[in-house]
């Protein structure tokens, strides 16, 4: 059972838990790989096929007897690569997946679970059922969910060259276009107002009309915040689901996100708020330009 050290014991489910960004879905690739690689599927139960889209019930013959050969992430799905094809994972809006002892007793929005040889299973949990679980057996990228996203933020390829070059001529305000999945992928509603307080630059901002020099501030800003969100993430999963709804490792080292009214951390100048597509962003009036 030493492999199965991450996350042994059943944690209790929130009632409304935090929508999983990028930080966190690689937290549980990071915990669900130690767990899952070299091992063996036994066994795939469906308690509910209805996510965002039905799970196929033929998973249940498929599996079986399939070695996991590894576990990566594109943008926020996960992909279990298993002998013959690939399990791509997506934990919607409020989804987890944990590897718990066998024969845990299936709790409520408990959906589907992976028995593995050796004791344990992988169960997947989502109130809100806009999880998703699709197999397939060619290269996963081709897949329709994943073919056509913009690079990874923490990839060398996603710098201010590509976002100067990708935002020549564009209207669009830059905040919006840093949350385009075609544009990067897994820069949430958090880290795009985060990473644009660090870069000293106003989310309204025509994206065509920031220079080179600001944009390569913002790629580094962008990758800062997510790899520290990713740094911290790896110990304090269990805090990623506390009832603040937000990653308490995090929040205490955030500049503007939720901050409006306070003042900001750098000149004092009170923390604004304004609503782009919907979302709130959160910035620095002084600070950002
Ligand atoms: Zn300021």
Redesign the pocket.
């Given at each position: 059972m030493a492999g199965f050290s991450f996350l042994l014991s059943p944690i209790p489910h929130p009632p409304s838990p935090p929508v999983p960004e990028l930080p966190e879905v690689e937290t549980t690739r990071r915990g669900i790989r130690t767990a899952l690689r070299g091992r063996q599927v036994t066994e795939f139960a469906l308690r509910d096929h209805r996510l965002r889209w039905p799970v196929d019930r033929a998973l249940a013959k498929i599996l079986p007897g399939q070695r996991v050969r590894d576990v990566r992430r594109r943008a926020k799905y996960l992909l279990v690569e298993l002998d013959g094809g690939t399990l791509i994972a997506h934990l919607g809006m409020s989804g987890s997946l944990r590897v718990l002892p066998a024969g845990t007793p299936w709790l409520k929005h408990d959906h589907y679970e992976l028995h593995l040889d050796r004791g344990g299973c992988l169960r997947f949990n989502d109130p809100r059922r806009f999880g998703s679980l699709h197999w397939v057996t060619g290269d996963p990228l081709e897949h329709p969910l994943l073919a056509g996203l913009g690079p990874e933020p923490l990839a060398r390829e996603f710098d201010g060259d590509y976002l100067a070059s990708r935002a020549r001529g564009r209207r669009v305000a830059i905040k919006q276009f840093l949350m385009d999945q075609r544009i990067v992928v897994g820069v949430g509603n958090i880290y795009a107002s985060e990473a644009l307080f660090r870069a000293g630059i106003h989310p309204r901002r025509a994206a065509g009309k920031v220079s080179a020099e600001r944009y390569a501030r913002l790629a580094a800003a962008v990758k800062a915040v997510l790899g520290e969100a990713i740094k911290q993430g790896g110990t304090t999963l269990r805090d990623y689901v506390n009832a603040d709804g937000m990653p308490g490792y995090f929040r205490q080292k955030l500049f503007v996100y939720e901050r409006d009214g306070q003042p900001?951390r750098?000149?004092?100048?009170p923390i604004r708020k304004l609503a782009q597509g919907q979302r709130s962003t959160y910035f620095?009036p002084?600070?950002q330009k």
């Open positions: 900001c750098r000149c004092g100048t620095c002084a600070c």
